[in-house]
C-alpha cells in the first residue's frame, strides 16, 4: 500500500506569501492520479488539483500542483485570507486502494 | 447538478454494525468510469478512505480495515451503502461519501463530496 507524507505539518506563512507544501509517495505512482484538496472548519474537503497539475473546476490559478515520481509539490501565490485551510494530497489509482496524506495546515503568522 | 448525501445513526454501541447510505443526485452509476467512495475523519485528525464502488460493481477497500467493510450499490435508488462491523470508539469519525467521474484524461479525482455524517461510538 502506497503512504503519502505530507510535509511540513503546519505552514505559518502572511497574507500574500507563497506557500510550498510538499507530498512524497513511499514508491513511484503515476503522475495522472496525485490530487489535492483544501479543508476548511467544519466543511467537506474541496478539489482543487487533479492529475499533477490541473485545476479543478472555478479554482483560481493562484494555486498550482507539480511533481513526478514520488515527489509531488503544491503552491499557493500569493495567499489570500480564504487560502489558511488544511490541505491534504490523494493517490486515487483506479486499479488500486486509494491513501490521503495526514495534511499540511497552513496557518496566518 | 450533482449532489451527494450521507445518512446514518449518529451514535452506536460498541461491537455494533454501522451502516451508512450515501444518496446521491445528478449522475448515475450505471455510466461508465464512475465511481462512489466513502471516506472519514476523526475529530481533528486527517482524511481516511475507506472503500470505493465502480459502475461495474468493482469494489476496493482500506488494507487495514476490509475485514470489516462492505460497499454495495443500488442503481435503481441511486444510493451507496457501507457497512462497518464491529464499531470500536476509535471509528468516531465523519463519514464522507464522495463521486469520482473518470470521463477524462486523467481521472479528476473526488470532484463532489456529501457534508458528512457524524458518527460517535460510545457505550
Known amino acids: 500500500e502506497i503512504v503519502l507524507t505530507q510535509s511540513p505539518g503546519t505552514l505559518s506563512l502572511s497574507p500574500g506569501e507563497t506557500a510550498t507544501l510538499s507530498c512524497r509517495a513511499s514508491?513511484?505512482?503515476?503522475?495522472?492520479?496525485l490530487a489535492w484538496y483544501q479543508q476548511k472548519p467544519g466543511q467537506a474537503p474541496r478539489l482543487l488539483i487533479y492529475?499533477?497539475?490541473r485545476r479543478a473546476t472555478d479554482i483560481p490559478d493562484r494555486f498550482s500542483g507539480s511533481g513526478s515520481g514520488a515527489d509531488f509539490t503544491f503552491t499557493i501565490s500569493r495567499l489570500e485570507p480564504e487560502d489558511f485551510a488544511v490541505y491534504y494530497c490523494?493517490?486515487?489509482?483506479?486499479?488500486?486502494?486509494?491513501?490521503f496524506g495526514q495534511g499540511t495546515k497552513v496557518e496566518i503568522k | 447538478q450533482v449532489t451527494l448525501r450521507e445518512s446514518g445513526p449518529a451514535l452506536v454501541r460498541p461491537r455494533q454494525t454501522l451502516t451508512l447510505t450515501c444518496s446521491f443526485t445528478?449522475?448515475?452509476?450505471?455510466?461508465?468510469?464512475?465511481?462512489v467512495s466513502w471516506i472519514r475523519q476523526p475529530p481533528g485528525k486527517a482524511l481516511e478512505w475507506l472503500a470505493r464502488?465502480?459502475?461495474?460493481?468493482?469494489?476496493y477497500y482500506s488494507t487495514s480495515l476490509k475485514t470489516r467493510l462492505t460497499i454495495s450499490k443500488d442503481t435503481s435508488k441511486n444510493q451507496v451503502v457501507l457497512t462497518v462491523t464491529n464499531m470500536d470508539p476509535a471509528d468516531t469519525a465523519t463519514y464522507y461519501c464522495?463521486?469520482?467521474?473518470?470521463?477524462?484524461?486523467?481521472?479528476?479525482?473526488?470532484?463532489?463530496w456529501g457534508q458528512g455524517t457524524r458518527v460517535t461510538v460510545s457505550s
Open positions: 490523494h493517490h486515487y489509482d483506479s486499479s488500486s486502494t486509494w491513501t
Open positions: 492529475g499533477t497539475s
Open positions: 464522495a463521486r469520482l467521474y473518470a470521463n477524462r484524461w486523467p481521472p479528476t479525482a473526488l470532484d463532489v
Open positions: 464502488i465502480d459502475w461495474d460493481d468493482d469494489k
Open positions: 445528478g449522475f448515475s452509476l450505471t455510466s461508465t468510469g464512475m465511481s
Open positions: 514508491q513511484s505512482v503515476s503522475s495522472n492520479y
